[in-house]
């Protein structure tokens, strides 16, 4: 197991190093770059000075240098904790992505949490009640809930809370904590709005979970073992959670590793709807204005936690199945 943890930890090396050097030339492929947008726009409000603030700028940033160049200069500095600094705000990356990676990363266990606590339950019930009335109830809202947008969910959100309440649930705090330093107060103030995105977000991740639980299951359920534990005498309550539920999570744990980065990447377009202050719509925007080392930061950041996923998921599910080995 150790030699599989060491292994697995050193392929995460080269990984990284493959997904910064494609995703750092992908986001300079469109011509020009930020700062010629920047010219444009000084033009048309009659700056005469723009070529030489640009000329000056361009020289800051390293964009007078070839791409390779300013890729092991955003690289080296990303080793050394410099992430670069945000063309467009003129301010260093980890100042703008440090408040705004750590919400996302609360919206993001919370959405995580609240979809494997709801959906696992169900799909044990629907499996074990198959073809009952709430089996149909929950098959009915599981395709529902696969095939409406976050987005689109989120827009009903707000559209149905200015016709009811007349007040839409945008963002993750109230007025008065909204540019308020952190205190216990503002921490409370988080959990109570945190649950409108997470259960936009949500939503599509749980209907999903619960058919794969409920496909799952009903296949465990079938097979020769079980009725070998049930011919033994063994309580019905002991057969499902203890053989059948265990051997069923398999394929849920094994998309652990992709969950997270899809929490992430799909909570993008919500953000924007419900107007919430995580990294999604600032990546959205580094990306439309070429900003580059705040778009390239984003990037790495999302390939460490899609591999952090695939890591845990690989030793969970050993731990789930002692017939696994990876020595």
């Given at each position: 197991?150790?030699?599989?943890?060491?292994?697995?930890?050193?392929?995460?090396?080269?990984?990284?190093?493959?997904?910064?050097?494609?995703?750092?030339?992908?986001?300079?492929?469109?011509?020009?770059d930020y700062l010629t947008y920047r010219i444009q726009e000084l033009e048309r409000q009659g700056f005469t000075g723009a070529q030489e603030q640009i000329s000056h700028l361009r020289e800051r940033y390293g964009l007078d240098l070839p791409l390779y160049?300013?890729?092991?200069?955003?690289?080296?500095?990303f080793l050394q904790g410099d992430m670069g600094e945000s063309f467009a705000y003129s301010k260093p990356v980890t100042q703008l992505i440090g408040q705004r990676l750590a919400l996302t990363m609360v919206l993001s266990f919370s959405t995580l949490i609240f979809t494997w606590l709801v959906a696992i339950p169900i799909g044990i019930y629907s499996a074990t009640h198959q073809y009952s009335i709430l089996d149909h109830i929950f098959t009915f809202f599981g395709f529902l809930g696969l095939s409406i947008p976050n987005f689109l969910?989120?827009?009903?959100?707000?559209?149905?809370?200015?016709?009811?309440?007349?007040?839409?649930?945008?963002?993750?705090?109230?007025?008065?904590?909204?540019?308020?330093?952190?205190?216990?107060?503002?921490?409370v103030d988080l959990f109570k709005n945190l649950w409108v995105p997470v259960v936009v977000i949500g939503t599509a991740g749980t209907a999903g979970l619960i058919r794969i639980m409920r496909g799952n299951l009903l296949d465990i359920l079938g097979q020769e073992f079980i009725q070998t534990a049930r011919a033994k005498g063994l309580?019905?309550?002991?057969?499902?959670y203890k053989h059948a539920?265990?051997?069923?999570?398999?394929?849920?744990?094994?998309?652990?590793?992709?969950?997270?980065?899809?929490?992430?990447?799909?909570?993008?377009?919500?953000?924007?709807?419900?107007?919430?202050?995580?990294?999604?719509?600032?990546?959205?925007?580094?990306?439309?204005?070429?900003d580059m080392y705040l778009a390239g930061s984003f990037l790495i950041l999302l390939t460490v936690l899609?591999?952090?996923g695939n890591f845990f998921a690989d030793i969970i599910l050993a731990m789930l199945d002692p017939r696994i080995r990876y020595d």
């Amino acid at each position: 197991m150790y030699t599989f943890i060491l292994r697995r930890l050193f392929y995460m090396v080269p990984t990284i190093i493959l997904v910064s050097i494609v995703g750092f030339i992908i986001i300079n492929l469109p011509p020009g770059d930020y700062l010629t947008y920047r010219i444009q726009e000084l033009e048309r409000q009659g700056f005469t000075g723009a070529q030489e603030q640009i000329s000056h700028l361009r020289e800051r940033y390293g964009l007078d240098l070839p791409l390779y160049q300013r890729y092991f200069k955003w690289a080296i500095g990303f080793l050394q904790g410099d992430m670069g600094e945000s063309f467009a705000y003129s301010k260093p990356v980890t100042q703008l992505i440090g408040q705004r990676l750590a919400l996302t990363m609360v919206l993001s266990f919370s959405t995580l949490i609240f979809t494997w606590l709801v959906a696992i339950p169900i799909g044990i019930y629907s499996a074990t009640h198959q073809y009952s009335i709430l089996d149909h109830i929950f098959t009915f809202f599981g395709f529902l809930g696969l095939s409406i947008p976050n987005f689109l969910f989120a827009l009903v959100l707000l559209v149905g809370g200015l016709m009811l309440f007349g007040d839409a649930p945008t963002g993750l705090f109230s007025a008065q904590y909204q540019d308020a330093p952190w205190s216990m107060g503002k921490v409370v103030d988080l959990f109570k709005n945190l649950w409108v995105p997470v259960v936009v977000i949500g939503t599509a991740g749980t209907a999903g979970l619960i058919r794969i639980m409920r496909g799952n299951l009903l296949d465990i359920l079938g097979q020769e073992f079980i009725q070998t534990a049930r011919a033994k005498g063994l309580r019905e309550t002991v057969v499902i959670y203890k053989h059948a539920v265990r051997n069923a999570l398999h394929p849920l744990v094994m998309q652990l590793g992709m969950t997270m980065p899809r929490i992430i990447s799909g909570a993008a377009i919500t953000g924007i709807v419900l107007g919430l202050p995580t990294t999604g719509p600032l990546y959205l925007e580094a990306l439309q204005n070429q900003d580059m080392y705040l778009a390239g930061s984003f990037l790495i950041l999302l390939t460490v936690l899609l591999l952090i996923g695939n890591f845990f998921a690989d030793i969970i599910l050993a731990m789930l199945d002692p017939r696994i080995r990876y020595d």
